[in-house]
């Protein structure tokens, strides 16, 4: 596979042409089912938990080291059950808590991140700069924030919930099967990682290469 590069088609397309253990860590934030439109496809299937449970396999499959992955709590159990090396939760708490009009009885500000080992436990990184506890605690994206916190995604994740996750687990490369706006890829850069993703979007592939644009820009300074 081409490292810091956006495959512009189905993840699973993708995976089918990856061998086995060939790419260290999976970092992604897969649709949530909650009937988001992401414009090239409404977040709603009625086969979600068979299709989301094939998409951890293969990513299992294909991942030498770890994978983790951001879901909803509503569908956190599937998780578990699809990741046949499922080891703990770990979980963002977004701190900006919005103000909108709740779906349910109480704003939920946190996201549950399944840690799958794909070939066995690993001796953990110890990064001084990042928490080894098992809660990440950072501002969600806004439209209204600048820089790679301006969310131009519809369920854009923050560039700081991926970083301790690749500070601490040890890795060279890592891949994200839905790569949206290219927060993975924003934040492998941050971290000296290779990197490469998938996504259906043309338009959002966009907004990511301009984020790698600006990003690479800056580390150059």
């Known amino acids: 596979m081409k490292y810091n590069y956006i495959y512009c088609e189905d993840c699973t397309q993708t995976m089918s042409r990856m061998d086995d253990n060939s790419v260290d860590l999976i970092i992604t934030s897969p649709p949530f089912n ?6 090239v496809y409404l977040d709603a299937r009625d086969d979600y938990d068979q299709w989301i449970t094939e998409v951890c396999k293969e990513m299992e499959r294909v991942a030498k080291i770890a994978v983790y992955v951001f879901i909803g709590q509503w569908k956190m159990f599937v998780i578990k059950e699809a990741l046949d090396g499922f080891a703990q939760w770990l979980w963002w708490h977004r701190s900006n808590l919005g103000l909108g009009k709740p779906r349910f009885p109480w704003i939920p500000t946190i996201t549950p991140i399944a840690m799958s080992w794909t070939n066995g436990r690993k001796r953990m990184i110890n990064a001084q700069e990042y928490r080894t506890s098992d809660l990440i605690s950072t501002s969600g ?80 300074l």
């Open 34 to 39: 909650v009937n988001k439109d992401y414009g």
């Open 141 to 220: 994206t806004q439209s209204n924030f600048t820089k790679d916190m301006k969310r131009v995604h519809v369920a854009q994740d923050p560039v700081k919930a991926y970083m301790p996750l690749l500070a601490r687990t040890p890795c060279v490369s890592v891949y994200d099967p839905f790569m949206g706006s290219g927060t993975l890829a924003l934040a492998a850069i941050r971290s000296g990682k290779l990197w490469f993703g998938s996504e259906v979007s043309g338009e959002y592939i966009n907004f990511a290469k301009e984020r790698i644009k600006n990003e690479c820009q800056i580390s150059l």
